[in-house]
């Protein structure tokens, strides 16, 4: 709705729709380099991601380790690295979801 009733001034939507785009390609840039974390078994088996979910780094405690019983260490890592996506995503909703906001509601392709 236009203000007053008049005719959008294009120019204007223009510029406001090329810095939405920059703004969003900025933060995008900024997730892929930022990283989180994600452990488990009380840190055992840590994950690093990037805010955009690309796994970056792996850490087993030896403790977890444990020839016989290989199935708990799988678990660990999937868990670990489920745990960092989730963060990742908390990251991304608060780098991107005011600019999805601004376009008037989810951008698609992004979790929110």
Known sequence: MIPGGGQPNMQQLLQQAQKMQQDLANAQEELART???GQAGGGL???TVTGAGELRALKIDPK???PEDTD???D???????AANENA?????QKLGPLAQGLGG??????F
């Open 35 to 37: 990283e989180v974390d």
């Open 45 to 47: 088996v840590r994950a």
């Open 64 to 66: 977890a380790v444990d």
């Open 72 to 74: 708990t260490l799988a």
């Open 76 to 82: 660990l890592i999937v868990a670990a690295v489920q």
């Open 89 to 93: 995503q908390t990251l991304q909703q």
């Open 106 to 111: 989810g951008i698609p392709g992004l979790p």
